[in-house]
C-alpha cells in the first residue's frame, strides 16, 4: 500500500512534498494554544496558526514572525489538477452552521446580500484562533440569526440562506 502524499503550496509559489516520511522528521512541541516549537534539520522555528480554514484545506500561520499562506493538496485534488479539472462544484446554499463551538467575533453579510463560493460570512474565534467561515455555495442571505459577541455551539445555525 502506497503512503498518502500530499503537496503544501506555501504562499502560493513554493510546491513542498509531505508524506509520513517528512513529517516524522520534524520535532514539533506545542508550546500554548495555537503556538508550537519546530525543530528540523537543526534550526529552530516558531509557529502561530493565525487561522485555519478545513474545508478550503488552506492554514494562515506565522513562521518566526512571517506571516504565510500554506493551501494543502490530497491525492485527490493532485489528480484532479493533472487532469486539467476543476474540483469546485458550486451549489446553492440553505443554512451556514457552526462547524464548532465558539464565539462570535464578527458578521460580515447582512440579509438581502448575495453571496458567491468562499466569500467571507462570519469570523467564529474557537481554541484562541480565528476562523472565517466561508460561504459554500452561492446563495442570498435570508437572515443572521446570531449576533456579535455571543457563543455558538457545533452545529447550530449562524445564517439562513434562500
Given at each position: 500500500?502506497?503512503?498518502?502524499?500530499?503537496?503544501?503550496?506555501?504562499?502560493?509559489?513554493?510546491?513542498?512534498e509531505l508524506n509520513a516520511a517528512v513529517v516524522a522528521q520534524l520535532d514539533?512541541?506545542?508550546?500554548?494554544?495555537?503556538?508550537?516549537?519546530?525543530?528540523?534539520?537543526?534550526?529552530?522555528?516558531?509557529?502561530?496558526?493565525?487561522?485555519?480554514?478545513?474545508?478550503?484545506?488552506?492554514?494562515?500561520?506565522?513562521l518566526n514572525g512571517k506571516l504565510h499562506t500554506v493551501k494543502i493538496q490530497?491525492?485527490?485534488?493532485?489528480?484532479?489538477?493533472?487532469?486539467?479539472?476543476?474540483?469546485?462544484?458550486?451549489?446553492?446554499?440553505?443554512?451556514?452552521?457552526?462547524?464548532?463551538?465558539?464565539?462570535?467575533?464578527?458578521?460580515?453579510?447582512?440579509?438581502?446580500?448575495?453571496?458567491?463560493?468562499?466569500?467571507?460570512?462570519?469570523?467564529?474565534?474557537?481554541?484562541?484562533?480565528?476562523?472565517?467561515?466561508?460561504?459554500p455555495g452561492e446563495g442570498k442571505v435570508k437572515r443572521v440569526v446570531v449576533?456579535?459577541?455571543?457563543?455558538?455551539?457545533?452545529?447550530?445555525?449562524?445564517?439562513?440562506?434562500?
Amino acid at each position: 500500500m502506497q503512503a498518502e502524499k500530499y503537496i503544501a503550496v506555501v504562499n502560493e509559489k513554493t510546491e513542498l512534498e509531505l508524506n509520513a516520511a517528512v513529517v516524522a522528521q520534524l520535532d514539533a512541541v506545542q508550546s500554548d494554544e495555537g503556538h508550537f516549537h519546530i525543530l528540523h534539520d537543526g534550526k529552530s522555528y516558531r509557529a502561530e496558526v493565525i487561522s485555519l480554514d478545513k474545508q478550503a484545506k488552506e492554514v494562515r500561520l506565522k513562521l518566526n514572525g512571517k506571516l504565510h499562506t500554506v493551501k494543502i493538496q490530497d491525492e485527490f485534488d493532485q489528480l484532479v489538477k493533472k487532469m486539467g479539472l476543476s474540483a469546485n462544484v458550486i451549489h446553492k446554499v440553505g443554512a451556514i452552521k457552526a462547524p464548532m463551538p465558539g464565539l462570535v467575533l464578527s458578521i460580515l453579510v447582512e440579509p438581502g446580500q448575495e453571496v458567491v463560493h468562499g466569500e467571507p460570512m462570519l469570523i467564529l474565534e474557537a481554541m484562541k484562533m480565528e476562523n472565517v467561515i466561508k460561504s459554500p455555495g452561492e446563495g442570498k442571505v435570508k437572515r443572521v440569526v446570531v449576533s456579535q459577541g455571543i457563543p455558538v455551539d457545533k452545529g447550530e445555525v449562524l445564517i439562513e440562506m434562500e
